[in-house]
């Protein structure tokens, strides 16, 4: 059975780079998810899709987040990564990571195709 883990610092100040990185374990990165995603949830509010890694390599980013966000991949060791910069408080949020079932790239950024989530890890933006 396919297990996301998401793993990065807890705290961070306002300016720096968030780094998080999804550890793939139970199936392969390349071949168990057609898309492979980052999602985060502020308090109060709903899921926000911040991007996509495809099978391919492919990115795809939200249109507000485009110029600050990073997604890459290690196939090797089976992970893939988030990198956020300029983070102010508002970034503060439980960040997921998430595998896609669904091949058709117009359900990447919606929920429902989604099969596989990590638990989430709680990223707080503060001096």
């Known amino acids: 059975q396919v297990q996301l883990q998401e793993s990065g610092p807890g705290l961070v100040k306002p300016s720096q780079t968030v780094s998080l990185t999804c550890t793939v374990s139970?199936?392969?990165?390349?071949?168990?998810?057609?898309?492979w995603s980052w999602i985060r949830q502020p308090p109060g509010k709903g899921l926000e899709w911040m991007g996509v890694?495809?099978?391919?390599?492919?990115?795809y980013y939200s249109p507000s987040l485009k110029s600050r966000t990073s997604i890459s991949w290690d196939t090797s060791k089976n992970q893939f990564s988030l990198q956020l910069t300029s983070v102010t408080p508002e970034d503060t949020a439980v960040y997921y990571c998430?595998?896609?079932?669904?091949?058709?790239?117009?359900?990447?950024?919606?929920?429902?195709?989604?099969?596989?989530w990590g638990q989430g890890t709680q990223v707080t933006v503060s001096s």
């Open positions: 890694i495809n099978a391919d390599g492919t990115t």
């Open positions: 998430a595998g896609a079932n669904s091949p058709y790239p117009e359900t990447w950024f919606s929920r429902r195709a989604y099969t596989y």
């Open positions: 139970g199936g392969s990165i390349g071949r168990d998810a057609y898309a």
